[in-house]
């Protein structure tokens, strides 16, 4: 079955950019009706959706952290990516990629997280 | 403050039935039946319970059940267990600008 992995830097500096990278395994990202987004969760804290990306490179952002999100897929690599810029330490969560149904329907697939940490 | 509203928490004992209520907006828990249940175990990531307000993904234990009155959706966990206890959240779609809200989620306890 499909499985999801992120990777990147635990440890970001504030004002730099947070980078990370999520695999896709067991499927493929070029797959109709379904979109990959980021979700974070602040320590002790609930979820938030941050973005997501089609495979045809049709994305769609958090208004919140809109300016300063960038998503984008290497459909070559089965890979998307995060990139969020001038972190503070509000944006210390635990990210996570995940699979989307439709376009808002439901999360089916997660991956395990990545602890980042916006620290000097 | 997150956009949907839950409980902080419940609790119940071993074999009773617990529900969580979801409260929305009439622009997101109102306008669609796209409100989905996540479970979080500590130190875990989110698992699908409910999609569509009331559908179970193959593997969910009937158990779980999911309902939705105007503004407000529901998780019903019936005949308790130990392995139940854990972090739920809920979440609606609200649109093509915001797509996606979650609850604050709901702390189950097992007594």
């Known amino acids: 079955q499909v499985q999801l992995q992120e990777s990147g830097p635990g440890l970001v500096k504030p004002s730099e950019t947070l980078s990370l990278t999520c695999t896709v395994s067991?499927?493929?990202?070029?797959?109709?009706?379904?979109?990959w987004s980021w979700i974070r969760q602040p320590p002790g804290k609930g979820l938030e959706w941050i973005g997501y990306?089609?495979?045809?490179?049709?994305?769609n952002y958090n208004p919140s952290l809109k300016s300063r999100v960038t998503i984008s897929v290497d459909t070559s690599k089965n890979q998307f990516s995060l990139k969020l810029s001038s972190v503070t330490a509000a944006d210390t969560a635990v990210y996570y990629c995940?699979?989307?149904?439709?376009?808002?329907?439901?999360?089916?697939?997660w991956g395990k997280g990545t602890t980042v940490t916006v620290s000097s | 403050q997150s956009a949907l509203t839950q409980p902080a928490s419940v609790s119940g004992s071993p074999g009773q039935s617990i529900t969580i209520s979801c409260t929305g907006t009439?622009?997101?828990?109102?306008?669609?039946?796209?409100v989905s249940w996540y479970q979080q175990h500590p130190g875990k990531a989110p698992k699908l319970m409910i999609y569509e307000v009331s559908k179970r993904p193959s593997g969910v234990s009937n158990r779980f059940s999911g309902s939705k009155s105007g503004n407000t959706a529901s998780l019903t966990i019936s005949g308790l267990q130990a392995e139940d206890e854990a972090d739920y959240y809920c979440c609606s779609y609200a649109g093509t600008s915001t797509y996606v809200v979650f609850g604050g989620g709901t702390k189950l306890t097992v007594l």
């Open positions: 067991g499927g493929s990202v070029i797959i109709d009706s379904y979109y």
């Open positions: 990306i089609y495979y045809s490179g049709t994305t």
């Open positions: 009439s622009s997101d828990v109102g306008s669609y039946n796209l």
């Open positions: 995940t699979r989307d149904r439709n376009s808002g329907d439901y999360m089916d697939v």
